[in-house]
């Protein structure tokens, strides 16, 4: 079984920074994409930042220029730098990987449990 476990959450105000932290254990043979996933109150969850395995990013328009993904592979860690931040990322943020547990495994999907970030204005 893989596990994500995400860290850095929390309350800050307006213009402030946070660093969110996934870590994955369980058995992993190789890591297709990472990515950062948010859901604010009554929208749908979207996609905020992805890395996938040959080091390309992507970003939301909203937060490109204000956030930065990066990974360590070493310990199978993402990581979410968020950069003056507004009250519109407020949210639940998810850290999600793509991986396969084998050489002829297909690929699956992880989700971490979610970690909260409001910012006040």
């Known amino acids: 079984q893989v596990q994500l476990v995400e860290s850095g959450g929390g309350l800050v105000e307006a213009g402030g920074s946070l660093r969110l932290s996934c870590a994955a254990s369980?058995?992993?043979?190789?890591?297709?994409?990472m990515g950062w996933y948010r859901q604010a109150p009554g929208k749908q969850r979207e996609l905020v930042a992805a890395?996938?395995?040959?080091?390309?990013?992507n970003y939301a328009d909203s937060v490109k220029g204000r956030f930065t993904i990066s990974r360590d592979h070493a310990v199978n860690t993402v990581y979410l730098q968020m950069n003056s931040l507004k009250p519109e990322d407020t949210a639940d943020y998810y850290c999600?990987?793509?991986?396969?547990?084998?050489?002829?495994?297909?690929?699956?999907?992880?989700w971490g449990q979610g970690t909260l970030v409001t910012v006040s204005s």
């Open positions: 890395i996938i395995s040959g080091g390309s990013t």
């Open positions: 999600n990987f793509v991986i396969r547990r084998c050489t002829l495994c297909s690929l699956s999907e992880h």
């Open positions: 369980g058995i992993i043979f190789s890591i297709n994409s």
